[in-house]
């Protein structure tokens, strides 16, 4: 008996230089799953030790080569085969330790073939599910894509071996079950994501089975990564076993109904089972960085956490007869060569990859198209063949076994992808806003508390020592007026007391003893000299209570100044504490800028997703997009590069690519967020000279004034404004401007906004009209120098600025209407109350504003009406001060020549015996 020994795919293999050897290939494959799964992880292990890390939003990992994996699976004997073949042997014979099978030819000849395993007809559905897809699952779960795929005869085990639910016996459970077991296992429900979809596709129709109305399904293709999805397709998330098993319950309900509905047989329909996890990935999630236990976050390090989406596809085709034999059996030749078209498509594919043709025909059928990916693409495949021992069905057994010879040729390049994921870091970012926000909250009403405590104790303690001191004071007086008065008091009884001596002894008659009260002799002197010693005594000690009293005064004092010493470094601590509240405002600002960006980033990214995808749809469906669809996602993403070196060239680009009527239609897009993209695309393409034309002749300034009116957003004014400003340059726009009411709208935009940027773009477009001759009046009738005054209300020296060139313009056209007689009478600016303002920033430390007020002086000066008011506002001093300190000489030599020739100021230089002649 001869044996034709067939090498299959690994073959190929073996003799290209590199490759994995058959030997290597049997021994893992045949040392059960593990070695495949060892096989897997050492790929995947290299593809991650291969990565790199990436800008962009997605990124490409390395690849690994993996070839089709092929099991061939034999039924064994059904009631029918044991009575019909009873009396002939099987045509297949399997030598599965040497993973062989042997199709009988004859009765003495048979070929060989060697498959990755090789499944008798005792082989548990366990085993099965462990060789053939349990690798495969375990490296979707690390991140690759995979298809577990049946190919087989009708009847010959394909739904037994995948679709079993084993509901009645556990061990009957097939692949699908078995898979999603491993799954849920293996996932997180807190981080990780599971769903499903599972459709059925017909004659080229694809039928949701999980919703049985979805009966035509698309098909959508990345054309850049090449990934293949059903977007229309219903799609399921999976958190537990029970709610799968309904699932697939429901799925075949559905299946077994739709297949009656059109008359046919499951058979004739491929049902697939798509399985999408997304994981993230640990460790690679860089978002934040944590100094002293808090966190920070910088624009620079901002980077969102990393998942990893794969998917598994889980194929029953349909049943693989030849086509004579299904027409025999009851379709027409034209049907059952469309039923069949989609299996010979791929059969056609999978020859062309496994003789490594240049064209492979995938877009032949909607199968290929879905399993683009599974050969020939990035998944780890494996295909099981299932074939039945009759000898009446060996045509179909042969061929089926080529099938699976040829498939085992065919190499994919494994590759795992990760992607940044931009709606989880956004969701983090938020709720570490909120926490940011409610810490700071929390700090700002401790602080005030702290401060108004202070405040209060400091007031108690000084309200505590001025009350002492007061009493202390009291108490001090009221003693001494009470010494006094009982000094008083004893002085004047003493005196009594003697002049009553004094009588009595003038009484007694002319003797010795007899005392003349007018006399000086030496008894009364005597006397008084002693009271007087009594009282000095008693003066002194007033003297000293006094002093006494003097000093607690002064000490009393020394508190009250150390008090108030205590107060004034309180406040300065009050003052350090609000320096840094203050900087905490700022940094949370910076914060909710970042959000900002990051959110407008992960919009741009959907909707350029979503955008995408609707593209395809129409592609496929043979529509061309329409150009303004396609237009915003480019405006979009324009914006999103405003910032980058090229921004030029590419506003350009898309200038030309896109046309102007169209970025200017999005100004009145009803999404908000389209109108500021394409408002800050118009402001950038406005600030280049060339264009400003184009734009007004295509209506861009009245949509960009229509917007101003209509719009409540800051961004919007503030851009809006920019693009006015821009196109107020060019004197034809100035008029129009004006003609279209631009500068009631500006004055208003002027009143209510806050933002200094926002006041920095009107006032730049004020400031530019100012300097028309012609619109001088009308500029000032619509409020236009009013607004222009009333932006000072900002600080802000680039609003300054703006607002200082828009005088020094005004000024400038009026002095030459009134040196050309076009105008009499003093200047607006000083009528409208400006000259306080411009006399207070003659000398401002900004040199835009210092230079641009400096030369609205000497215009004013210029003209002898305004002289007076000059001089009563200090405008003199400061003309002086221009025209010896300037340090621009024309501005400088013009001051000069004003003092000099103005008689008002000559006069007034004079009456001050100031020498400027
Ligand atoms: N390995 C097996 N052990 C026991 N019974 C099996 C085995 N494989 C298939 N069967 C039985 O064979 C019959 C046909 O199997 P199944 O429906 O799975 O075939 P199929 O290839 O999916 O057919 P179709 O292409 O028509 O869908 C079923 O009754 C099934 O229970």
Redesign the pocket.
């Known amino acids: 008996m001869s044996s034709n020994s067939y090498r299959n795919g690994s073959s190929i293999s073996r003799g290209g230089g590199g490759g994995i050897k058959l030997e290597n290939y049997n021994s893992k494959y045949s040392s059960s799953s593990s070695s495949f799964k060892s096989k897997v992880q050492q790929s995947t292990a290299a593809s991650s030790s291969l990565r790199r890390s990436s800008t962009g939003s997605s990124r490409d990992d390395s690849t690994v080569s993996g070839r089709v994996r092929v099991a061939v699976?034999l039924?064994?004997r059904?009631s029918e085969e044991m009575v019909a073949d009873a009396d002939f042997a099987d045509c297949v014979e399997l030598q599965p330790e040497l993973k062989r099978l042997k199709l009988r030819k004859n009765n003495w000849d048979s070929d060989t073939y060697e498959f990755d395993e090789v499944l008798t007809?005792f082989?548990s559905q366990k085993r099965v599910y462990e060789v053939v897809a349990k690798p495969v699952v375990e490296s979707v779960l690390d991140g690759y894509n995979g298809t577990v795929m049946?190919y087989?005869?009708?009847?010959?085990?394909?739904?037994?071996?995948l679709g079993r639910l084993g509901e009645e016996d556990a061990a009957d459970r097939g692949i699908m079950v078995r898979a999603m077991e491993d799954i849920l296992t293996e996932v997180s429900p807190e981080n990780d994501l599971v769903s499903v979809s599972y459709f059925q596709l017909y004659m080229e129709t694809i039928q949701d089975l999980l919703n049985p109305a979805n009966d035509n399904i698309s098909i959508v293709e990345d054309p850049k990564s090449g990934d293949v999805s059903l977007p229309g397709a219903t799609l399921v998330e999976i958190r537990d076993h029970k709610s799968f098993m309904e699932l697939l319950q429901l799925g075949e309900a559905h299946r077994f109904a739709a297949n009656t509905k059109l008359n046919t047989?499951?058979?004739r329909s491929h049902a697939i089972l798509m399985v999408h996890i997304k994981r993230s990935v640990k460790g690679k999630n860089s978002s934040f960085s944590s100094e002293n236990g808090n966190m920070t976050l910088t624009g620079k390090t901002l980077k969102p956490p990393v998942v990893r989406k794969s998917k598994l596809v889980i194929v029953?085709l349909?049943?693989s007869e030849r086509i004579d034999k299904s027409g025999s059996e009851g379709h027409t030749l034209d049907e059952a060569k469309s039923i069949n078209l989609s299996l010979s498509a791929l059969g056609k594919c999978i020859n062309a990859l496994a003789e490594n043709s240049a064209h492979v025909p995938v877009r032949d059928s909607k199968l290929t198209r879905l399993l683009r990916d599974s050969f020939g693409g990035t998944a780890r495949t494996s295909l099981i063949i299932?074939i039945g021992p009759s000898p009446r069905h060996r045509g179909e057994t042969s061929s089926t076994i080529m099938f699976g010879q040829r498939a085992m040729k065919v190499e994919n390049m494994v590759k795992i992808k990760e992607e940044f994921d931009y709606k989880s870091l956004s969701r983090r970012l938020e709720i570490q806003l909120d926490k940011l926000i409610a810490e700071h909250e929390r700090q700002q009403k401790a602080f005030q508390d702290e401060i108004e405590r202070i405040a209060l104790e400091a007031q108690k303690r000084v309200a505590e020592v001025e009350q002492n001191f007061a009493d202390a004071l009291e108490m001090e007086k009221q003693k001494c007026q009470k010494d006094y008065m009982e000094s008083v008091k004893r002085l004047e009884e003493q005196a009594a007391k003697q002049e009553k001596q004094g009588h009595r002894k003038v009484k007694v008659g002319p003797s010795e003893d007899v005392i003349d009260p007018k006399s000086n002799s030496e008894p009364p002197l005597l006397f008084a000299s002693g009271e007087v010693a009594e009282i000095k005594q008693k003066l002194h000690n007033e003297i000293l209570l006094r002093k006494a009293a003097e000093a607690e005064v002064d000490n009393l004092r020394n508190q009250m100044i150390h008090w108030k010493n205590t107060e004034a470094a309180r406040n300065a601590e009050l003052l350090k504490l609000r320096k840094m509240l203050e900087d905490e405002e700022c940094q949370k600002a910076k914060l909710e800028e970042e959000i900002e960006m990051l959110q407008s980033q992960l919009l741009q990214i959907s909707f350029e997703a979503d955008e995408s995808r609707r593209n395809l749809d129409r592609d496929l469906s043979g529509n061309v997009p329409s150009s303004l669809d396609s237009l915003i996602p480019q405006v979009k993403h324009q914006q999103l590069r405003e910032s980058g070196d090229g921004e030029k060239a590419s506003m350009v680009k898309l200038f030309e690519q896109v046309g102007l009527h169209k970025i200017l239609s999005l100004l009145e897009s009803e999404d908000a967020d389209v109108r500021i993209h394409a408002v800050k695309v118009v402001a950038n393409l406005a600030a280049e000279e060339s264009n400003q034309e184009k734009i007004v002749e295509a209506g861009g300034l009245t949509s960009l004034l229509t917007l101003l009116r209509s719009s409540n957003d800051e961004t919007i004014h503030r851009v809006a404004a920019g693009a006015i400003a821009n196109l107020a340059m060019n004197e034809t726009n100035q008029e129009l401007i004006m003609s279209q009411g631009g500068i009631s709208l500006l004055s208003l935009t002027a009143a209510k906004a806050e933002d200094p940027q926002t006041l920095r773009m009107v006032a730049g477009a004020i400031a530019n009209l100012c300097g028309n001759d012609k619109l001088q009046a009308k500029l000032r009738a619509e409020g236009g120098i009013r607004a222009l005054l009333g932006m000072v209300r900002c600080r802000h020296p680039d609003v300054l600025a703006q607002v200082a060139r828009g005088i020094a313009n005004f000024a400038k056209c009026e002095s030459r209407a009134s040196t050309q007689g076009a105008k009499s009478g003093r200047s607006v600016l000083i009528e409208d109350g400006a000259l306080p303002w411009i006399v207070q920033n003659a000398n401002n430390e900004a040199s835009p504003i210092r230079r641009h007020i400096e030369l609205a002086l000497c215009h004013l000066a210029q003209h002898e009406v305004n002289a007076k008011e000059m001089i009563t506002g200090g405008a003199l001093w400061e003309l002086v001060r221009i025209s010896r300190d300037c340090s621009r000489e024309d501005i400088r030599a013009l001051a000069q020549r004003t003092l000099k020739s103005s008689p008002s100021f000559q006069a007034e230089l004079k009456r001050l015996r100031i020498d400027y002649s």
């Open positions: 699976r039924r064994p059904n007809e082989a049946a087989g005869q009708t009847g010959t085990g394909k739904t037994y071996t047989e499951s058979s029953d349909a049943g299932t």
